[in-house]
């Protein structure tokens, strides 16, 4: 871990990023007493000082904030502005005035991609990226090709270690704890390979559509979207050798083998779907072919995961609400119990993010009575009932470790570009999208990828109602 920052700079610090997210974060971080920097707000548009505060203050309402907290007014009392067009160096000239006394400042771009060169240069010609972390949101590129470009143009100017590739998806409290699970309990690792488990399945999928973000959705899609970053991510947590300790690089390590394990992907590996009505969306194309649905089947070719199945399905519009990821395990070599009564159903474990945090081992035992009646019970662990109040949000820990040099929530770079390169033959030649009726889980064409059992594995009966 690096050095303590001593001064956070925000470009885009008038933005919907920052005013939904970034601005209840570091209230959050200031009330809990872990931020204590000056933070500079900085935008094109013509503000005042005066005009941000009152916008953070509307942010931290619309939050749930009570009005002038201890943590507000100390927020607001750290505050600085710099107003100027990003691509005019009489912006950085008066952002380096703020900054003549800092040494350690972490620049976030919240901004679209496309700025990100004219500031980064522009950073490097005033002097101010000697030892600063510069953190940048995604998309990461939106191909191979587009992400190797932004990784040079980066390194051009930065080195490896200030630069921060967030993925909010890294930051929930329940995706961290499946690092725990795995390599702080000896009792999975031995069962934790091919032998044991017979799948891998990893569910994401919501209950609302695009929301009237149809012109951006037709930039993206599905796949582009969430299953080669976030959901990708969760696969290399799941599948990823124990790394020789914690530190960001011995992580980025074990994941990088795991991308370069997985079997090429071709048109027998995904279904995409595209639910009824989103081409009636303002913004989208009467013919569209953009994917609002995916799933995959993929073998991760290595002497851990040889021969076992990876599913993933992802898509809007659908029944439910809910991310998790299920572990399942095979079938005894021998049912000792032929003539016991009930279904029988392999030992689970489940991992699920939404709609809440829970940890959860399904396993068969026998009913009270003379006979022999098998039934499954699940042995659970909600998070929030079990430990507490919720961890910190994404955002606010994702911005907490970006202060203290934190390294390991964040994406290094040729972390990025593997990930697009799994994908990139699914990018380039896609098979048509399918229809499917909105409420549904997706065109019925992906039920030659997924596992059969698929209803039973998931936890449908047991999510509670979303809100």
């Not at 290595?302 to 299920?326: D, H, N, Q, Y």
């Not at 003539?339 to 399904?362: C, Q, V, W, Y």
């Not at 065109?443 to 209803?455: F, K, M, T």
Request: hydrophobic share 40%; net charge negative; charged share 25%.
């Amino acid at each position: 871990m690096s050095e303590r920052a001593d001064s956070l700079v925000l470009f885009g610090a008038t933005g919907d990023l920052a005013y939904k997210k970034l601005f209840p974060a570091l209230h959050a971080l200031e009330a809990r007493g872990q931020l204590g920097i000056p933070v500079v707000g900085i935008a094109r548009e013509g503000w005042t000082l005066e005009r941000l505060c009152q916008r953070i203050r509307d942010s931290l309402r619309d939050a749930g904030v009570p009005d002038g907290d201890d943590a507000t007014e100390r927020l607001i009392g750290s505050m600085r502005y710099v107003h100027g067009e990003y691509s005019d160096p009489a912006t950085f000239d008066a952002l380096a005035g703020v900054l003549v006394d800092v040494s350690r400042p972490v620049f976030y771009l919240a901004i679209p991609p496309a700025i990100f060169e004219d500031v980064v240069d522009s950073l490097a010609h005033h002097g101010l990226t000697g030892d600063c972390r510069v953190v940048v949101e995604k998309p990461l590129g939106r191909d191979l090709e587009s992400a190797q470009a932004l990784n040079r143009m980066l390194a051009s100017e930065l080195r490896e270690d200030q630069i921060y590739r967030i993925d909010h998806f890294l930051g929930y409290e329940q995706v961290q704890n499946l690092l725990v699970a795995r390599f702080g309990n000896t009792m999975l690792e031995p069962l934790w390979n091919r032998r044991y488990v017979s799948h891998v399945h990893i569910e994401m999928t919501e209950s609302f559509g695009v929301e009237g973000r149809g012109s951006f959705y037709e930039t993206v899609g599905c796949l582009r979207d969430v299953v080669q970053n976030h959901l990708l991510q969760l696969v290399c947590i799941l599948a990823m050798d124990p790394p020789v300790s914690m530190d960001a690089d011995a992580i980025a390590d074990e994941k990088m083998k795991v991308l370069r394990s997985i079997s090429p992907l071709t048109h027998d590996s995904i279904v995409r779907g595209q639910y009824d009505g989103y081409r009636e969306e303002p913004g989208v194309a009467a013919d569209s072919d953009v994917d609002t649905y995916c799933a995959l089947r993929f073998e991760i070719d290595s002497w851990r995961w040889a021969g076992v199945p990876f599913t993933i399905r992802a898509g809007k519009g659908m029944a439910r609400t809910l991310t998790e990821a299920v572990v399942e395990y095979v079938a005894p070599p021998r049912q000792l119990f032929p003539d016991a009564d009930g279904t029988f159903e392999p030992n689970r474990m489940r991992f699920r993010m939404k709609p809440d945090d829970l940890i959860e081992l399904s396993m068969q035992v026998k009913q009270p009575g003379d006979r022999v009646v098998m039934e499954t019970v699940d042995l659970s662990v909600h998070y929030s009932t079990r430990l507490g109040l919720p961890g910190p949000a994404a955002y606010e820990r994702l911005l907490g470790d970006a202060i203290e040099g934190e390294r390991r929530l964040f994406a290094r770079g040729d972390l990025v570009e593997e990930q697009w390169r799994v994908v990139e033959p699914l990018l380039e030649d896609p098979p048509p999208v399918e229809p499917y009726w909105r409420g549904s889980m997706g065109p019925a064409g992906a039920s030659r990828l997924l596992p059969d059992d698929l209803p039973d594995m998931l936890s449908s009966p047991h999510v509670p109602a979303a809100t």
